[in-house]
């Protein structure tokens, strides 16, 4: 099983809701990622997990904030946000944090922030 | 400062005839590129991974060159068909000697199969 499954595939939020994005892989990797995509623009690195422990965080705002609970699984806690985080959000895992190892990545989730 | 340039106009190309890409980075030194398929509205999907030491690296229809010299890699679809429109990402390993798997990717270039 090569497949990295995000929920929900779509997600509209106010400014002031509180919702979660999921993700989950069963390949056994040991690195998963959260990235954010806008149109038309290259995928951007949020955060990095390694054996569960948040591993870079790329100067994110805190209204998001990501949570490991097992190595298969990810979430991103959402709150607070603003219209200018509506973006395509991508999970991705890889075998292991170092490099040389392709990152398999999730169909993502399309959040629209009103 | 630090880029990874691709071109930012779609290539247009006739079934059956070979697309070439170009990634063009400065002011890296990539151990690894990698290079992803991105349909609209979809994750990226790995294609192929080439090594610093590597010149050439082949999968199927796909070839992929790493130039270290020229800072440069060339992505080849031969036999092209209409499934193979998409966007295509070129992705830098930018921090392979700290141990993390982090990726910097081109903007990308797509790629439009004409029948």
């Known amino acids: 099983d090569t497949e990295v499954t995000q929920t929900p595939k779509h997600l509209v939020m106010g400014m002031t809701n509180k919702k979660s994005l999921k993700c989950e892989q069963h390949?056994?990797?040991?690195?998963m990622y959260w990235y954010k995509q806008k149109a038309k623009k290259p995928p951007e690195l949020m955060f990095v997990?390694?054996?569960?422990?948040?591993?870079i965080n790329e100067s994110v705002p805190s209204r998001f904030s990501p949570e490991c609970p097992n190595s298969s699984l990810l979430n991103l806690h959402l709150h607070a946000l603003q219209p200018e985080d509506s973006a395509l959000y991508l999970c991705a895992s890889s075998q292991a944090r170092e490099a040389g190892y392709e990152q398999y990545f999730g169909p993502g989730t399309r959040l629209t922030v009103t | 400062s630090q880029k990874i340039e691709q071109n930012s106009e779609a290539l247009n190309i006739q079934e059956g005839k070979t697309a070439t890409l170009t990634c063009n980075y400065t002011n890296y030194s990539p151990a690894y590129l990698q290079w992803y398929r991105q349909d609209p509205g979809r994750g990226p999907v790995f294609l192929l991974l080439?090594?610093?030491?590597?010149k050439e690296k082949r999968k199927e229809r796909l070839k992929v060159t790493f130039d270290t010299t020229l800072k440069q890699s060339l992505f080849h679809i031969t036999a092209s068909q209409p499934a193979d429109s998409a966007t295509y990402l070129c992705?830098?390993?930018?921090?392979?000697?700290?141990?993390?798997?982090?990726?910097?990717f081109g903007k990308g270039n797509q790629v439009v199969v004409i029948p």
């Open positions: 992705a830098l390993d930018v921090a392979p000697y700290y141990g993390n798997n982090r990726l910097a």
């Open positions: 390949m056994g990797h040991r690195a």
């Open positions: 997990y390694s054996y569960e422990k948040l591993s």
């Open positions: 080439i090594r610093e030491n590597e």
